[in-house]
């Protein structure tokens, strides 16, 4: 009896080393699945950043093409309109 009492502690104590020894690996595991996880965020903020700043430059550069775009349409306009004033002009002077 007293052997089996001795026995059974010693497995309890076995199976309770087991135990903490896992636990501690487990820790180490968190521990570095915690630094992974980390450093992924890092690299994944440095991509959405820079990806955010070449959108950014992409757009100034969109619309700096539009305003000159614009620009040489309203200055096209304007000369439509003063060609049109000038023919009218003409029009005006022969009808009299």
Do not use: P, W
């Amino acid at each position: 009896m007293q052997k089996t009492l001795e026995e059974a502690r010693k497995a309890d104590e076995r199976q309770l080393r087991n135990m903490r020894e896992q636990e501690k690996k487990n820790e180490q595991a968190a521990r570095e699945q915690a630094k992974q996880d980390a450093e992924a965020a890092r690299e994944q903020a440095k991509r959405d950043a820079e990806a955010a700043e070449k959108a950014a430059k992409d757009a100034a550069r969109q619309a700096e093409i539009d305003r000159k775009r614009q620009k040489a349409i309203d200055e096209a306009a304007a000369r439509v309109k003063a060609a049109e004033s000038a023919y009218q002009s003409e029009l005006a002077k022969k009808g009299k």
